[in-house]
């Protein structure tokens, strides 16, 4: 495999900041601070001060919590009393709440008026909710929720999609001091319970319905369903998103959000749970991964104030669903006090480049996405800076999977030339970024532009060597405050152990392939467990599908590399074709010289073969393990969880496939 630490000369950098922007930073000024107050270095720029936060990383994190005013109502007797991984114990003795700091900007009479949240939805006209208002709303809300007898530890739930009823009541449920945990109204009952049940929520937030693509979708029968499955509910809270009646034996919202209490801000420990959330879950039950109030509130503090430079005058765009953790993440671009644009609708509504025009209508300063939805904008020539003003975009992010070198030129080409471009990498498991955004780098194409501060990232050789220019395992070596505190009903901890420290005991292996390169970027190759491996050469899955999706008549495609029992490597792509375009001999020519020539001649596929569709999980990635279990001949109802596919009928194709290979 090839990457740009192979490469020499380094190749010039696609951006880089100019010195006002490098002095301006956030990640500047705390540079200058630590070095003052904490000894981190001042001369040598991100590099330096990346070095000094994973060997002094006690020091790093109290500066972290400094520098961002944590309000600890009892002092912690010290930052990390056991760095052993999984059991870290990050600041023992400190109380805080993350509610109240997400809320402290209402405090300042100055921006009490001034926007919290915009509102989007597909009529694309934003409708703002002031700081004030949100602080009120949450304060009405934990009143009632105490009232209704919710205790610290209650989990509460929310079958929303992505409204400011779903940020309000995230924020009454921690500060109760109670956990939070939400899917996405367009996961049907099944997946919902699937995550429910494992928590036993007592108290269920619902919508009626949810607008998408133009179409009202009813969900009162799921809800039906939920209230007779989860018997530990003691209320369940209406919200007439299509403007129905509360159903016999709800409340209504507007009743729980009316009264003028000021918010109480539970303090709790540093490592009570703040939310749970849930891995893709493909295969068994999904992962309920439970992260705690100050871990999350210190991690999302650094990346969101340092790494994405985010501050009061920002607004904060990312499309998500409440059902991905980058909502999660969205929600605490309050702690900054800069305003979250929270966006409820199809990506592509009413075409392919409406995000561009959301963006646009709310001033965003951040614009963060998916990485297929870049690649399907330029699929589809659309022309964000032709059609719209993002004259305030200084930023835009992308997640979900690497986004390809076309994808980093497009964006250069048809947003702006002096764009940042942060192309970032994480987890929904420590519920941040390893690698991606730092405001003072260079952008080089198809890289990610650095690991993240306090974050040891390596990539290993199988023998758990670190190696740089080579693909390895991401591998991250120090402990994070925002990693799991533990799994839901995983009272031995050997379902969280097994997850990440099997391979390596003591150093987490998050299961993607990484190459570091020699000057500090990272490129992403796909998932280590669906890695490509022909004659002992590794490729990832990602840079087959940069390659093939490049062809205008590939819609998406899927790769699979299917060790046999004979010793042989069998190696199908399946491909989901563009309109009118036709899978015939040349096509199958064009896609093996495209393979062969842009990558290597070892993973040219054994066959190409039609696909009505490629399946996803209900987050949009792109399943893999499950098909290549298909196609090792596990029965469908043992390959994958049928609640956490997008489209099962299109799996019954590929265990189709199965069967006449034999």
């Known amino acids: 495999m090839t990457s740009p630490a192979n490469a020499a000369p380094q190749p010039a950098p696609l951006w880089q900041p100019g010195p006002d922007r490098i002095a301006g930073a956030r990640i500047t000024a ?69 509610a109240e700091h997400a809320l402290r900007t209402a405090e300042d009479p100055a921006r009490a008026d001034d926007a919290a949240l915009l509102h989007v939805d597909e009529t694309h006209e934003p409708v703002a909710t002031s700081w004030a208002e949100l602080r009120r709303q949450v ?98 809270v209406h919200i007439p998103l299509l403007g129905t009646a509360a159903p016999q034996g709800t409340l209504e919202w507007s009743s729980l959000t009316e009264s003028d209490n000021e918010p109480v801000f539970e303090q709790v420990p540093f490592d009570h749970p ?37 501050g009061p005058e920002d607004r904060f765009f990312w499309y998500t669903s409440t059902g991905w953790m980058m909502w999660n993440f969205l929600v605490s671009g309050l702690l900054t006090g800069t305003t979250v644009v929270l966006y409820d609708g199809s990506p592509g509504f009413p075409e392919t480049g409406a995000q561009w025009g959301v963006a646009e209508r709310t001033g965003a300063t951040l614009f963060g996405t998916s990485a297929a939805y870049v690649m399907a904008c330029r699929k589809a020539g659309v022309h964000p800076s032709r059609d719209h003003d993002l004259s305030r975009v200084k930023c835009v992010a992308t997640t979900g999977s690497p986004l390809p070198p076309d994808g980093f030129r497009w964006l250069h080409d048809e947003v702006r030339e002096d764009l940042w471009i942060a192309s970032v990498s994480g987890g929904t498991d420590v519920c941040s970024c390893f690698a991606g955004a730092v405001p003072t780098l260079p952008v080089h194409i198809g890289e990610l532009q650095a690991a993240c501060l306090g974050t040891d990232l390596q990539a290993w050789d199988p023998q758990g060597k670190p190696v740089v220019g080579e693909v390895g395992e991401l591998v991250v070596v120090n402990p994070m405050p925002s990693m799991p505190i533990r799994f839901w009903n995983d009272p031995d901890g050997s379902r969280y152990h097994d997850s990440y420290f099997e391979m390596f005991p003591g150093a987490w292996r998050h299961g993607d392939w990484i190459t570091v390169t020699d000057h500090g970027s990272v490129v992403i190759h796909g998932r280590s467990d669906s ?35 004979d010793g042989g490597y069998w190696m199908p792509l399946f491909v989901h074709l563009a309109e009118g375009a036709v899978l015939d001999d040349a096509l199958r020519t064009k896609v093996k010289q495209a393979i062969r020539e842009q990558l290597s001649p070892r993973h040219v596929p054994d066959e190409i073969i039609e696909v009505p569709g490629v399946p996803h999980t209900l987050t ?11 196609l090792q001949g596990t029965p469908l109802e043992k390959a994958v969880n049928p609640g956490s596919v997008d489209n099962l009928d299109l799996l019954r194709f590929y265990e189709a496939v199965a069967r006449k290979h034999g």
């Open 139 to 236: 304060g009405s809300l934990a009143a009632e929720l105490r009232a209704l007898g919710v205790r610290p530890g209650d989990r509460v739930s929310g079958y929303l999609p992505n409204v400011p009823q779903a940020v309000t009541a995230l924020l009454a449920t921690a500060a109760v001091g109670a956990v939070w945990t939400s899917c996405a109204p367009d996961f049907g009952a099944r997946s919902v319970l699937d995550r429910f049940q494992q928590v036993e929520p007592v108290v269920l937030f619902t919508v009626d319905g949810y607008r998408y693509g133009g179409k009202e979708h009813d969900r009162t029968d799921v809800v039906a369903e939920l209230r007779r499955e989860l018997p530990t509910l003691r209320a369940v």
């Open 30 to 98: 705390f540079q200058t601070w630590a070095a003052e107050r904490y000894g981190a270095p001042a001369e040598g720029g991100y590099a330096a001060l990346h070095r000094w936060s994973v060997t002094e990383l006690d020091t790093f994190w109290k500066a972290v919590a400094d520098w961002f005013e944590v309000r600890f109502s009892t002092p912690y007797e010290t930052v990390l009393a056991d760095r052993s991984m999984p059991g870290a114990q990050w600041f023992p003795g400190a109380t805080l709440n993350y």
């Open 274 to 310: 703040l939310w749970v959330l849930y891995s893709s879950g493909t295969t068994g039950l999904p992962k309920a991964i439970v992260q705690s109030q100050g871990g999350i509130l210190l991690e999302h503090f650094k990346q969101l104030g340092l790494h994405c430079d985010l």
């Open 531 to 565: 890695t490509l491996n022909r004659q002992g050469v590794r490729m990832g899955s990602a840079d087959i599908y940069e390659v093939v999706e490049r062809l205008p008549e590939i819609r998406e495609s899927l790769v699979i590399g299917l060790e046999e029992p």
């Open 620 to 630: 949009g990635k792109r399943i893999e393990v499950p098909v290549k279990r298909l």
